[in-house]
């Protein structure tokens, strides 16, 4: 009789317990450092601003957050590797519009932006800069497009690679404008703008935060932003749409993401805490001083947005027929 009274309470206290397992499981979440993978090098926008807002999130959830740097294919090598890793909330994605463009780029990236992956929320938006040297005979872009339009193939357009946002505003550019530029493709950034600045290459679509010294001091000339709203960090430059190309409209983006598959409840409390870090004034001001625009919003937010650029990009780059083996 002991042993079946003990047996009913062992098993009812089993039932309990196993009841209680998820819900105490979530509750203690984070027990161990979160891993932040980013898809480029250190020292770069992407890096910087993950690791901020790393480091804000990390205070909110009391564990550390490392930010691992894996660079390569156009931050395709650490989308494998998150691809690979467990959908337990210790391993996250600072991701970018890259997210979104390399599957329709890359005949290996066999991945769905979405269906793949968890959108946790996204951070913020960045314009790229339409830029000429500060000594080029253009003086507007009304200017610049008409001179294209009447000698096609004419004007240079450098980039900082194939498929980098760079390129793509470029071509985005090209369609919308009705123009034809000679694309010259570099290694980066750094290696083209000096090319710019000297009028060897006509014109370059790069990221706004880092040419704001160079339009300060009048070696390059902005022609225009490449969002749809004027940037909060350069508000005097106008946006391409309102220089003379109605409906042009593109940005890079950056947010985070997990493997597929991951609990709703620690989604959950990610999206809550990294809303809280956004929200923080002194976290809010180091952003800014990287030349972009803060995101608030919910996962289902950034999913349709991934969606939605996922679509838009496939597009452009069939149109324009590009493709890295």
């Not at 890359?106 to 000594?135: C, E, W």
Request: with cysteine; charged share 20%.
């Amino acid at each position: 009789m002991k042993i079946t009274l003990f047996a009913r309470l062992a098993g009812t206290f089993l039932l309990f317990a196993c009841g209680l397992a998820p819900g105490y499981t979530l509750a203690a979440y984070p027990e161990k450092p979160i891993r932040v993978v980013v898809g480029f090098t250190p020292g770069g926008t992407t890096d910087t601003v993950a690791r901020i807002v790393s480091q804000g999130m990390s205070e909110r959830l009391g564990q550390p957050i490392v930010v691992e740097n894996k660079p390569g294919a156009n931050g395709g090598v650490a989308t494998e590797s998150v691809l690979r890793s467990a959908s337990d909330g210790y391993t996250l994605f600072f991701t970018s519009v890259g997210h979104a463009v390399n599957p329709s780029l890359y005949p290996s990236a066999k991945y769905d932006p979405i269906n793949d992956f968890t959108s946790i929320g996204q951070v913020l938006t960045a314009p790229n800069v339409l830029v000429i040297a500060g000594n080029s005979p253009f003086k507007d872009l009304k200017e610049l497009i008409a001179y294209a339009k009447a000698h096609p193939g004419k004007l240079d357009v450098a980039s900082s690679g194939y498929g980098s946002s760079v390129h793509l505003a470029a071509e985005v550019f090209m369609k919308e404008a009705g123009v034809e530029l000679n694309h010259i493709p570099y290694k980066g950034t750094s290696v083209a703008i000096p090319d710019v600045m000297s009028g060897t290459v006509t014109m370059m679509f790069p990221n706004l935060p880092t040419m704001l010294p160079l339009i300060a001091t009048g070696k390059l000339r902005a022609l225009g932003v490449t969002t749809a709203k004027r940037s909060q960090v350069a508000p005097e430059i106008p946006t391409i749409a309102e220089a003379g190309l109605p409906g042009y409209d593109v940005g890079t983006w950056y947010g985070f993401v997990g493997p597929a598959k991951m609990d709703p409840e620690i989604v959950k409390r990610l999206n809550k805490e990294l809303n809280a870090v956004l929200s923080d004034k002194a976290t809010a001001a180091k952003l800014s001083d990287q030349g972009v625009d803060l995101v608030y919003g919910t996962p289902e937010a950034f999913g349709a947005m991934i969606q939605k650029e996922t679509d838009r990009w496939s597009k452009v780059i069939k149109a324009a027929n590009i493709k890295i083996e």
